[in-house]
């Protein structure tokens, strides 16, 4: 179990992986952060990931999370983007 020392722990999958060219980073944010913090941080680090976070789902502890919700220090949030098939 990870510690809040390290951050929130952001996960990318499929495309999202690809454009950040990493499977997983720990992001240090404000106490009063949101969703779109988050999203904003890591797009600044890796501009290839824009146009992937536009269209991306994302899970906040597993759940669907809206951009406008706060997340906590040891959260974990994932980017999924769209996955083709059926």
Do not use: K
Request: a negative charge; hydrophobic letters at 45%.
């Amino acid at each position: 179990m990870r510690s809040q020392d390290e951050g929130l722990l952001v996960r990318y999958w499929a495309g999202a992986r690809a454009a950040a060219g990493v499977t997983e980073e720990y992001v240090t944010l404000p106490d009063d952060a949101t969703v779109a913090d988050v999203v904003a941080v890591v797009e600044e680090q890796h501009p290839a990931l824009r146009p992937v976070l536009e269209v991306a789902s994302l899970l906040l502890d597993g759940r669907a999370a809206r951009r406008e919700e706060p997340v906590g220090p040891a959260a974990t949030l994932e980017v999924l983007p769209p996955f083709a098939g059926g």
